[in-house]
């Protein structure tokens, strides 16, 4: 078994699998962070009319069955949805689309939760010291740091490691959609367990790899 | 003090939380250059008077203007930068010292401050923990930081809550000393303390303030030496004034 499980590491098609995965969820991550880590340090921030109905809609959004976002996509990419002419359907395009939605409220809502958790004395301290509206957010978003960091880490964990939504949305096309998730059912299906472990590996190594990066970022943000 | 120009002028100030008045004083000036030390008793109004001249805070009713400014938390910022407080209970930024001491000048784009960093951390015993973490620190310490990074910046205005409270006779010395240097260069300091011999050490004028109005003010020698008011005078004898 182990040393069919080497073997497998040198097929081909696993870098393949591993290229798309990666760019799959780096992508849907990066819009995730790029609107759901402003949003949610803005929710965490302001007093707002609706901010509890936005808070309960993130919340459910957290809670979200990847199928049934894999549905919805789904709906909208195809042909006859209102998205159709994109035709995103069955291309890596439709499965960003489909993991940024996962990853979103995940992001928005953990960052919100922990920029409102930063002591408010720390916002009079700032003030005090003569930074502007913006810094004063900046530095205490920088101080929620922590929590902002297992915020991505959680919507980056749900993100690769789903695989109803991808399924759906990507159909798990060979050297197209295929990422890592979908290729270990297939695998495990077709009795392939040594392709099946390895994939599975790589997918843990990953996850590993992308949570070391994200928390020595977390530590050089302290240093500074 | 008369003729000199008032760089603070409060002017039928009330200010509540809830129903609760916690601060009433019809008129106050205070004015460039000068160190005014604000004495009295716990829960007598000195923070809350210090949170409304860094415009943390807006009074319920009445004026704070700064120099031409009418004060509140939507002050220019170019206003607000002359001014700092080194609170109470300072608050340190989950940063190294070195951080927490530069980071007024950073947010005003200095950059280039290492060299004014470690004046002031050298000056305030504080070299050897330039690279700790701030929030390992002892109350002490994190006293001086915040005094540190108050004084980075040369603000025109310090506003002192209680600055040497959790400080040792030595330590409270090296700050008062950081005092007097900034009185020399013209700075304008409200210090607000309930050690009577601070304010006798430091004030130019000194304040006696009690449930949330000014009692008494007058040039410090003054008003140690022949107090006006029974409950200034009980109080700078320590009896009881409640």
Same mark, same amino acid.
């Given at each position: ?10 097929? /081909?098609?696993?870098? =393949? ?10 992508? =849907? ?15 965490? +921030? ?17 809670? +979200? ?48 939760? =922990? ?25 205490? &978003? ?30 798990? $096309? ?38 070391? +990066? ?11 | ?28 000036? &205070? ?16 923070? @809350? ?21 009418? *004060?509140? /938390? ?45 004046? +002031? ?14 929030? @390992? ?34 330590? =409270?010395?090296? $700050? ?35 449930? *949330? ?5 007058? /040039? ?23």
């Amino acid at each position: 078994m182990s040393a069919d499980l080497l073997t497998e590491f040198a097929r /081909p098609e696993l870098v =393949a699998i591993v290229g798309l995965t990666l760019r799959v969820t780096g992508t =849907a991550l990066f819009i995730a962070c790029l609107v759901g880590v402003p949003l949610g340090a803005m929710l965490g +921030l302001v007093r707002f009319r609706g901010q509890r109905l936005v808070t309960l809609t993130l919340y459910t959004g957290m809670g +979200l069955p990847p199928v049934v976002v894999g549905l919805f996509v789904y709906m909208l990419l195809s042909r006859s949805g209102p998205f159709g002419a994109l035709q995103w359907l069955f291309t890596p395009a439709g499965m960003i689309v489909a993991q940024t939605i996962i990853a979103f409220p995940l992001v928005a809502a953990l960052t919100m939760s =922990a920029v409102a958790g930063v002591d408010r004395a720390v916002h009079a301290q700032v003030f005090a010291l003569g930074a502007s509206r913006v810094q004063n957010a900046w530095t205490v &978003v920088r101080e929620a740091r922590v929590g902002v960091t297992a915020a991505i880490v959680a919507a980056f964990g749900a993100a690769i490691s789903e695989v109803g939504a991808v399924m759906l949305v990507g159909g798990n $096309v060979q050297g197209q959609t295929r990422v890592l998730t979908t290729a270990i059912v297939l695998f495990t299906r077709q009795g392939d367990f040594a392709m099946a472990m390895a994939l599975g590996i790589v997918l843990i190594v990953i996850a590993f790899a992308a949570n070391l +990066l994200l928390l020595r970022l977390q530590g050089r943000l302290g240093e500074r | 003090m008369t003729g000199a120009e008032a760089v603070y002028r409060l002017e039928s100030v009330e200010h509540r939380y809830g129903d609760r008045v916690v601060l009433q004083i019809d008129h106050l000036e &205070v004015v460039r250059g000068e160190t005014l030390c604000v004495v009295g008793p716990s829960g007598s109004g000195k923070s @809350t008077l210090l949170r409304l001249l860094q415009f943390l805070e807006r009074p319920t009713t009445g004026r704070v203007a700064f120099d031409s400014h009418e *004060g509140g /938390p939507d002050v220019s910022l170019e206003v607000r930068r002359q001014i700092t407080t080194v609170f109470q209970r300072p608050i340190v930024l989950d940063r190294s010292v070195r951080a927490n001491v530069g980071y007024g000048l950073r947010v005003r784009g200095i950059r280039d401050h290492a060299t004014k960093v470690d004046e +002031l951390l050298t000056a305030l015993g504080l070299s050897a923990l330039a690279s700790m973490p701030a929030r @390992t620190l002892s109350g002490g310490e994190v006293q001086r930081v915040a005094f540190g990074r108050a004084l980075a910046f040369e603000p025109s205005v310090l506003l002192l809550d209680e600055p040497t409270a959790n400080l040792d006779p030595r330590n =409270a010395r090296l $700050v008062e000393d950081l005092i007097r240097e900034r009185q020399r260069r013209g700075v304008t300091i409200l210090l607000a303390t309930h050690q009577t011999f601070q304010a006798r050490r430091l004030g130019h004028r000194t304040a006696f303030l009690l449930d *949330g109005r000014i009692v008494e003010t007058g /040039p410090t020698q003054e008003f140690f030496s022949a107090p006006r008011d029974p409950r200034t005078r009980a109080f700078l004898t320590g009896d009881m004034i409640y």
